[in-house]
């Protein structure tokens, strides 16, 4: 599949461990629609060994650590994933698709078009069901819920609190960016996109952290920043990412007419996160993009 072959670089970390002692007992499943499903038990990590025929490419030869990608190419219109033991990000490769799906006990019924973005949390559920019976291409990122729980450390958030919200269909050009950069490395193969992948996956977790967590709710919290000085303030940050003197946290304050513990407190009450680690996901994303723009055109 890949020109650097599975003996160049060995798979490691939780996942791959996770993964073989998933495959040793099957139980059935028994969905929100009432479909019985016999099928390996929650403790898998992906659907590689439930439908292993659908999988098109692989990071498992890759040694990526921190997350593991599937592309994948499901020619059945109905197909069922039992609650896993990591969070699956599903983002639509393929042409648009009616499809109803079930995630836990949330229902969705709505034409899935290319680039539109899945979200099934750990130990939840999926349903799967589509109109027409044309293959579906897909590719699955998962994130195991301990890594998560690291970012979330990382990010000054307290971990006890995170939980991830079912998504379906949804628009996310952050994501998707990720998602792709991961999908052209899967396919590319070579040691440096190992290095490359884990730090897309920590940017990835940041974003779900943020965004599909229950702490995206901090933004409407009581002493949270003013709308206006927040926006100041993140311009600020984003107009000078390059000058790391000039982006001195009480140089932002300052240019919010704020104290800088003020600043510091409030900041973390809107975004979620403080001002050094937001400072630093800026500086991942922009490091990420330009990388992926010189692979691209080498």
């Not at 995170?162 to 991961?182: K, T």
């Not at 206006?228 to 303030?233: I, M």
């Not at 996160?273 to 010189?294: A, D, F, G, H, L």
Request: aromatic share 6%; net charge neutral; with cysteine.
């Amino acid at each position: 599949m890949n020109r650097f072959a599975s003996d160049q670089l060995q798979p490691s970390g939780y996942l791959m461990q996770s993964a073989r002692a998933g495959q040793v007992t099957k139980r059935t499943f028994t969905s929100s629609d009432g479909k019985k499903t016999t099928m390996s038990p929650a403790v898998v990590s992906d659907l590689s060994s439930i439908y292993a025929d659908a999988v098109v490419a692989s990071s498992e030869p890759l040694g990526w650590q921190n997350l593991r990608a599937l592309e994948m190419r499901q020619t059945t219109s109905e197909w069922t994933m039992p609650p896993l033991e990591n969070h699956c990000i599903i983002v639509q490769l393929g042409s648009a698709a009616e499809v109803t799906v079930h995630i836990g006990e949330l229902s969705f019924k709505q034409s899935l078009r290319a680039g539109e973005i899945t979200i099934v949390p750990a130990d939840t559920s999926l349903h799967w069901q589509q109109v027409a019976s044309a293959a579906n291409h897909m590719l699955h990122l998962y994130l195991h819920p301990t890594f998560l729980r690291k970012i979330a450390e990382s990010m000054e958030v307290d971990h006890t609190q995170i939980s991830i919200a079912s998504q379906f269909g949804i628009r996310d050009e952050h994501i998707h960016h990720i998602a792709m950069s991961l999908h052209y490395e899967l396919k590319d193969g070579n040691v440096i996109g190992r290095l490359y992948a884990d730090s897309l996956a920590k940017v990835l977790a940041m974003q779900l952290v943020r965004r599909y967590s229950h702490f995206k709710d901090l933004q409407m919290t009581r002493g949270g920043m003013a709308p206006r000085k927040l926006r100041k303030a993140i311009e600020f940050i984003n107009e000078n990412l390059d000058n790391e003197e000039t982006l001195a946290l009480a140089t932002v304050a300052n240019a919010v007419q704020m104290s800088y513990s003020n600043f510091s407190r409030a900041f973390k009450k809107s975004m979620g996160v403080t001002p050094n680690v937001y400072m630093t996901e800026r500086r991942i994303e922009r490091e990420n993009s330009c990388c992926q723009k010189q692979i691209l055109g080498s």
